[in-house]
């Protein structure tokens, strides 16, 4: 598992590790994965990573073979990596909230050239057999991704959510089931993915993504000051 760290609450969980993201589950981590489970100790990064994409160059967020400096740190409910990429200092700090079934990656750019962007690449699965991923089905919904899996009969109907606080810039999905999203990263940018079993779950995740939802003016998002003072309490029990 390398050095890894399991942030959960009882209906969603994530396992990180200082490579980044390892793996995520609704439910039940076994018979419900979201994304690919790999067990392999010395595998850099998992079923899905986050780059900083400048000059044509991807840069991860977490720590890489690139040669470039990055720590990471974990605490009582969440985790913090920072790493200097390009000249800027990027920051990236990651909870699961104890009542919403949703991982939140707040990610802070300072300086360096501008035109970044944020690229997450991940391999959906939503079913214990990874031959099962291929039967799953993307839409796009304006700003955010809504991904289902019918081969999963058993936690039928669930939607994985995949929005942001910025609009989506691009997204594509390859012949091997790799899903690319593109965003532009200019100071913050908060990325949430989630999963839902109801229209409630489904607004319980959009909103800590959505300015006007989350508490926000609609014209910015609250950012690190709303998050910051509430991911040190946020420890599912």
């Not at 998992?46 to 000059?55: K, M, N, P, T």
Request: charged share 20%; glycine share 12%; net charge neutral.
């Amino acid at each position: 598992l390398g050095w890894s760290q399991i942030l959960a609450n009882p209906r969603f969980g994530w396992m990180a590790d200082e490579t980044g993201c390892g793996h995520l589950w609704y439910q039940n981590a076994r018979e419900n994965p979201l994304t690919p489970w790999e067990n392999d100790p010395l595998e850099v990064g998992g079923g899905e990573g986050f780059f900083l994409a400048a000059d044509g160059v991807y840069y991860s967020l977490f720590a890489d073979g690139d040669g470039l400096d990055c720590s990471a740190a974990y605490r009582p409910g969440f985790a913090v990596w920072k790493k200097r990429i390009g000249g800027a200092a990027v920051e990236t700090r990651a909870f699961v909230p104890p009542e919403t079934p949703a991982r939140v990656l707040q990610i802070d750019r300072k300086g360096g050239a501008g035109g970044a962007r944020l690229v997450c690449r991940f391999r959906p699965q939503l079913t214990p057999e990874r031959d099962g991923a291929r039967f799953a089905e993307i839409i796009c919904k304006g700003n955010y991704l809504v991904i289902q899996n019918p081969w999963n009969r058993a936690f039928w109907p669930q939607s994985m959510l995949l929005c942001a606080s910025g609009p989506i810039e691009a997204w594509r999905r390859g012949r091997d089931g790799t899903v690319e999203v593109v965003w532009t990263l200019e100071g913050e940018l908060t990325v949430v993915t989630g999963c839902a079993s109801s229209r409630a779950e489904e607004a319980a995740v959009l909103a800590l993504a959505d300015p006007e939802r989350a508490g926000g003016t609609g014209t910015a998002w609250p950012g690190r000051s709303r998050w910051r003072p509430r991911t040190g309490r946020w420890t599912a029990t």
